[in-house]
């Protein structure tokens, strides 16, 4: 039987926040926790990277201003990690230069807010992000889907096979595939 498509998930969203003050740590915690996600903390770069790929968020809250790897380092890394570069992430800074907004986002950020900010406001951003987030996970799935029979279509094959050849490969197993022709249903 084929498996059917499935829908994007419902389950709560993640939020990392990225930010060398403890402090930032505590007041994103304790005003979102009603809003239905979860926060999760990085002091740094290089563990926001290694907790993003342990369990991908589906947003980053990331400071441009912290010891060792600044955030745009970050951020050019987030961009650079094909595991890793589908996540938004929006910059939250004391920097209010223009130039600073526009290197953000030309290094691919999705976002930017400065410090202090209204807390209002941040929350209708991120609730934003993930709304775009959902709407584009939604239509690169409907993408693989024959309109008429609902099932998987000739990219999702395509892909698939890619992949499965390869793990084969790897792995030393074998592969068959059956192809049937039903035109004339």
Same mark, same amino acid.
């Given at each position: 039987?084929?498996?059917?498509?499935?829908?994007?998930?419902?389950?709560?969203?993640? *939020?990392?926040?990225?930010?060398?003050?403890?402090?930032?740590?505590?007041?994103?915690?304790?005003?979102?926790?009603?809003?239905?996600?979860?926060?999760?903390?990085?002091? +740094?770069?290089?563990?926001?990277?290694?907790?993003?790929?342990?369990?991908?968020?589906? &947003?980053?809250?990331?400071?441009?201003?912290?010891?060792?790897?600044?955030?745009?380092?970050?951020?050019?890394?987030?961009?650079?990690?094909?595991?890793?570069?589908?996540?938004?992430?929006?910059?939250?800074? +004391?920097?209010?230069?223009?130039?600073?907004?526009?290197?953000?986002?030309?290094? +691919?950020?999705?976002?930017?807010?400065?410090?202090?900010?209204?807390?209002?406001?941040?929350?209708?951003?991120?609730?934003? &992000?993930?709304?775009?987030?959902?709407? *584009?996970?939604?239509?690169?799935?409907?993408?693989?889907?024959?309109?008429?029979? +609902?099932?998987?279509?000739?990219?999702?094959?395509?892909?698939?096979?890619?992949?499965? &050849?390869?793990?084969?490969?790897?792995?030393?197993?074998?592969?068959?595939?059956?192809? &049937?022709?039903?035109?004339?249903?």
């Amino acid at each position: 039987m084929a498996e059917q498509p499935q829908t994007p998930s419902q389950s709560k969203s993640t *939020l990392l926040v990225v930010d060398d003050s403890p402090d930032i740590h505590r007041l994103m915690r304790a005003r979102l926790r009603s809003d239905d996600m979860d926060v999760a903390a990085a002091s +740094g770069g290089a563990e926001a990277l290694q907790a993003a790929r342990t369990s991908p968020p589906a &947003v980053l809250l990331l400071d441009i201003d912290m010891p060792g790897m600044d955030g745009y380092e970050v951020l050019r890394a987030f961009k650079e990690d094909k595991a890793l570069q589908h996540i938004p992430i929006i910059m939250l800074s +004391g920097k209010q230069s223009v130039q600073d907004k526009v290197t953000a986002f030309d290094l +691919g950020a999705v976002d930017y807010v400065t410090k202090p900010f209204d807390f209002t406001e941040l929350r209708v951003r991120v609730r934003s &992000v993930l709304r775009i987030q959902q709407l *584009l996970q939604m239509l690169e799935q409907r993408a693989q889907i024959d309109g008429l029979t +609902g099932l998987w279509n000739r990219a999702f094959f395509d892909q698939r096979w890619t992949e499965e &050849v390869s793990r084969c490969a790897r792995h030393g197993h074998p592969l068959a595939v059956a192809i &049937v022709d039903i035109d004339h249903f």
